[in-house]
């Protein structure tokens, strides 16, 4: 099998560029119906999805939400902009966080901004945190270019070309793996010591 790790890389990065949230302003203003509220994300998420039959969400998975209080419940079985936002909010931690996590993460913007009656609103605390993600694009693809030219260079005492090209498509993977889970330690970390906040 041969792999072109270049034609791999570039796939990366320029998936990267087109990295982009839904802003506040594309939810409607009105509030929705839970099958209202699964259309429009399966819409806008449509693009996030590896495999054409996954599900980005469900009428479970919302209830699913709720009876874990990562959601409040629907008003007159009707969901509000804030609903959306908080289901967009699970939407991306899901891939890296347990049910229990979220939970703690979550717990004080439910408390405190959902209703919109804190200092600023839910949208607000949204787009500020997604404005700041888009910042990190470019110096992650650095980062990925990065650990690319690392994984280049091994195995070059392999004499075999495609032997050599896949342990360093392997070592690729490994470099951005060991990244991830760096990441996912420390964030377990911070949400740990959110959660004894919480208790005490």
Same mark, same amino acid.
């Given at each position: 099998m041969t792999i072109d790790t270049n034609d791999i890389l570039n796939s990366i990065l320029e998936s990267l560029d087109h990295v982009d949230y839904i802003r506040p302003e594309e939810i409607p203003n009105i509030d929705l119906y839970m099958d209202q509220v699964t259309t429009f994300m399966n819409d806008h998420f449509a693009s996030t999805k590896r495999y054409s039959d996954d599900k980005i969400l469900t009428k479970t998975m919302i209830n699913n939400y709720t009876k874990n209080n990562l959601l409040p419940p629907s008003i007159k079985k009707k969901y509000s902009k804030e609903h959306v936002l908080l289901l967009i909010l699970i939407y991306y931690f899901k891939s890296i966080l347990s049910i229990k996590d979220i939970e703690t993460v979550l717990t004080?913007?439910?408390? /405190?901004? &959902?209703?919109?009656?804190?200092?600023?609103? =839910?949208a607000d605390l949204y787009r500020?945190?997604?404005?700041? +993600?888009?910042? !990190?694009?470019?110096?992650? /693809? $650095?980062?990925?270019?990065? @650990?690319y030219e690392k994984s280049l260079s091994s195995f070059? *005492?392999?004499? *075999?070309? *495609? *032997?050599?090209? +896949? =342990? !360093?498509? &392997?070592?690729? =993977?490994?470099?951005?793996? &060991? $990244?991830?889970? =760096?990441?996912? %330690?420390?964030? +377990? /970390?911070?949400? $740990?010591? %959110? @959660?004894? @906040?919480?208790?005490?």
């Open positions: 004080p913007l439910r408390e /405190k901004y &959902f209703p919109g009656e804190g200092e600023i609103s =839910l500020e945190v997604c404005e700041m +993600e888009k910042s !990190r694009i470019e110096p992650m /693809k $650095d980062s990925v270019r990065e @650990a070059s *005492d392999i004499s *075999d070309t *495609d *032997d050599q090209n +896949e =342990l !360093r498509m &392997f070592t690729f =993977l490994c470099s951005l793996s &060991f $990244d991830v889970y =760096l990441k996912k %330690m420390m964030i +377990e /970390k911070i949400i $740990d010591s %959110m @959660a004894s @906040a919480e208790e005490e």
